[in-house]
């Protein structure tokens, strides 16, 4: 339970003035990458503004999380060891972008386990956006700290975050509910994926309709933040198979709220 102004005035009424809480997750923002910049910075050839950073801060900082910026790792071990070193000694929580995929440079895996010895419990997940994702923990004699390796491109980051991170840190403080879910009528056909998807959508209200109805926020490319922007809900899709390649025009589909509604 949440204490809200209501619970906080039947504390008062019955002289509770002192009660046990669960206290708040800190959280640490770290970006990954060579090519990045603060998006302050005027562009130079090669570099990209780091706006996953900007993303991922003001989510948490939404659902009411403490929120510590990391600053950016250059794609080097030693960079990415000190890094990560003062993180896990600032937050409870270190969530990176960037990093996690298979390239030369995705080096937040290895040096985890190699610098870290860190539990590794997935390095990829069977979704749509965001198969290169990482989570990991980190044990000493004093503590556990959680890892969310997130990818690099921007949806990727924000749908994983959703789908992951906020769902951990509601436990660690402890909500009973992890997700908040609805159901909703699909205005047009959508053709499945191979795997699960997670299509970012508006969710509307009508005055003759017993359930919402979802609206797709464009081209769906992980590259594409633009279609995170008027989404409060994740269109929760089946993988596609023989029987099934589609969802048609009035469908009810599950979906995951991640916004204000």
């Known amino acids: ?21 669960y206290g708040l997750p800190k959280v640490g923002i ?8 603060q998006p302050g910075s005027a562009l130079e050839p090669g570099k990209i503004r780091d706006s996953n950073k900007t993303v991922l801060m003001a989510l948490f900082k939404e659902h009411g999380f403490p929120v510590i910026d990391l600053g950016i790792a250059r794609d080097n071990v030693d960079a990415l060891v000190a890094k990560l070193k003062y993180g896990l000694e600032m937050v409870d ?17 290895p040096v985890l386990k190699e610098h870290f010895s860190a539990e590794l419990h997935y390095g990829r997940v069977f979704m749509k956006p965001g198969l290169p994702n990482t989570f990991a923990t980190v044990t000493n004699e004093r503590n556990k700290r959680l890892v969310f390796g997130l990818p690099g491109n921007p949806v990727s980051a924000a749908v994983s975050a959703n789908l992951f991170v906020i769902p951990a840190l509601r436990k660690m403080s402890g909500h ?49 933040l633009l279609s995170m922007t008027c989404a409060n809900g994740l269109l929760v899709l089946p993988p596609r198979t023989a029987n099934q390649t589609q969802v ?14």
């Not at 949440?2 to 046990?20: F, H, R």
């Open 93 to 109: 929580v270190l969530v990176s972008s960037g990093g996690v995929s298979m390239g030369e440079k995705d080096l937040l895996k």
């Open 1 to 21: 339970m949440k204490l809200g102004y209501s619970e906080m005035g039947i504390l008062a009424t019955v002289g509770a003035t002192t009660v046990s809480v």
């Open 176 to 224: 009973e509910n992890l997700f908040v879910w609805d159901c909703l009528q699909v205005l047009s056909t959508i053709q499945l994926d191979p795997r699960p998807e997670y299509q970012r959508v508006g969710l509307k209200w009508s005055p003759d309709s017993t359930v919402p109805t979802a609206e797709v926020t464009g081209y769906q490319i992980s590259s594409r």
């Open 248 to 261: 048609n025009a009035g469908e009810i589909v599950d979906c995951i709220v991640i916004g204000r509604l």
């Open 30 to 37: 770290l970006s990954t990458g060579n090519e990045l910049v």
